[in-house]
């Protein structure tokens, strides 16, 4: 079930991200690259380098979830609002997806 809405804070990696990573790398990334904590309960937002794919991380009651997209045609549009590494809107990330 797609539990994430407008209550939750949303940051957006500044950087590409490999979309190989999975939980462990992503949280890695969250950490490192974002210096903040994954189990927090906030929303990563990763893309990578061509915006074709996103993975979103999100720490749950009971463990992680990742959602993954995957554009066949177009790119992810980069929200107007937001400094690289910062926090995004609910409707930032409506927009983008």
């Known amino acids: 079930m797609f539990s994430l809405g407008s209550s ?3 940051y957006l990696y500044g950087g ?3 979309m ?3 939980f462990d790398g992503l949280c890695g990334l969250v950490s490192s690259g974002m ?3 994954a189990t927090g309960g906030d929303v990563f937002v990763f893309l990578n380098r061509r915006r074709t794919h996103m993975k979103l991380l999100h720490w749950e009651h009971g463990g992680f979830v990742l959602y993954y997209k995957r554009l ?3 790119t992810f549009p980069l929200p107007r ?5 910062g926090e995004i809107d609910w409707s930032e990330l409506v927009l983008m997806v």
Do not use: W
Request: hydrophobic fraction near 0%; proline fraction near 5%.
């Open 8 to 10: 939750h804070r949303y």
């Open 16 to 18: 590409h991200c490999d």
């Open 20 to 22: 190989r990573k999975s």
């Open 35 to 37: 210096g903040r904590g």
């Open 72 to 74: 066949e045609g177009g």
């Open 81 to 85: 609002t937001s400094s690289p590494g």
